[in-house]
């Protein structure tokens, strides 16, 4: 057992009855959504995973900690700090480790705490990427190296076009991710579920992305999983209206000299600042959307497992 990592009761007694457990970042909670809509989406998205007959998992770290599963008041501690709690992805965990400290998961953060739980399916908005200009800044997300690496599925809707989406397609083919389409053969580009990029793979049913899970890791072929889920028709925003928002977001961004992990947090907040609420109603739909799939993706791969008398 590793010595730093905390897994609640519910948690541990789920993932040893092999019923399915889903991992939920905590960056989101602290960065990417403004208090209180924050705390009530993180707890709107539980209730609905346990609607859907899953455990939510909830990932930070806490004190030192690398927890799954987060009390209420845990939660409300990350999404009243907002950004003040420390954004922790791979790099940061040493020095939050060693001195106690505090720190919200992003994707990779949260896939290296799930994966240690043995927590296989992850849900959550949108994966970080490959940004725009990064031939000169070289600023890649350590998301994309998580999934190489980690063998967690993370259900997302694609990515924001805060990001170059074409090289975040390449990145991920160079790692040998695959990024399955649900429903789609479009990758869907967060707030429109079209960006015009064909996927090379897509599932017609969350059985038959659990199956792909399943050979994908009983063949020992380590690393993650995308499943891009687009955002429901009613939901989404016209391509028209929120790409002038992003590029006056990235350009805000550039005047400032912003860079390096504050960029992207900095990008989401804008984007909510200047579209009003309507970015941030789009962005908790496609995220309760997300989360409705990966408990059926979960529920189907717990069966699989039970069937192959193997637990997760
Ligand atoms: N994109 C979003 N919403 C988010 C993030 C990205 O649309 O909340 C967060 C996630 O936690 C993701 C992180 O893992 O930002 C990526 O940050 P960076 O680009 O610095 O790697
Ligand atoms: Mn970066």
């Known amino acids: 057992m590793n010595k730093y990592l905390s897994v609640a009761e519910e948690v541990a007694a789920a993932l040893g009855a092999n019923k399915p457990v889903i991992a939920l970042e905590s960056t989101i909670i602290s960065h990417g959504m ?36 987060l009390s209420r008041a845990q939660l409300e501690v990350l999404a009243r700090a907002g950004s003040a709690v420390t954004k922790a992805s791979r790099r940061d965990f040493p020095r939050l480790l060693a001195s106690g400290g505090t720190g919200a998961t992003t994707v990779a953060g949260t896939m290296i705490v799930a994966f240690l739980a043995g927590i296989r399916i992850f849900a959550t908005g949108g994966m970080g990427g490959v940004h725009r200009g990064a031939e000169s800044s070289w600023d890649v997300s350590a998301d994309l190296e998580e999934l190489s690496r980690t063998s967690v ?29 649900y429903k789609t053969r479009e990758l869907p580009a967060f707030y429109t579920s079209r960006s015009g990029l064909e996927l090379e793979e897509m599932v017609e049913s969350p059985g038959e992305a659990a199956a792909l899970l399943h050979a994908k890791w009983a063949a020992g072929l380590e690393g993650g999983v995308v499943i891009a889920n687009p955002i429901p028709e009613r939901y989404e925003m016209k391509a028209e209206v929120i790409e002038p928002l992003i590029q006056q977001a990235i350009a805000e961004a550039q005047s400032r000299g912003i860079a390096g992990k504050r960029l992207t947090p900095f990008l989401l907040d804008k984007i ?29 791969y717990s069966g699989i497992m039970e069937k192959a008398g193997t637990k997760q």
């Open 153 to 181: 599925c993370v259900v997302c809707a694609g990515a924001k076009s805060i990001l170059d989406l074409p090289k975040t397609l390449e990145y991920l083919e160079t790692k040998g991710v695959p990024v399955i389409g």
């Open 272 to 300: 909510v600042e200047i579209s009003g609420g309507d970015s941030l109603e789009s962005n908790i739909a496609l995220v309760k959307n997300n989360a409705r799939l990966a408990a059926a993706v979960a529920s189907a």
């Open 34 to 69: 403004p208090w209180p809509k924050n705390l009530e989406t993180a707890l709107a998205v539980e209730e609905l995973i346990r609607n859907c007959g899953a455990v939510p998992a909830t990932v930070a770290l806490m004190e030192g900690r690398l927890c799954a599963g």
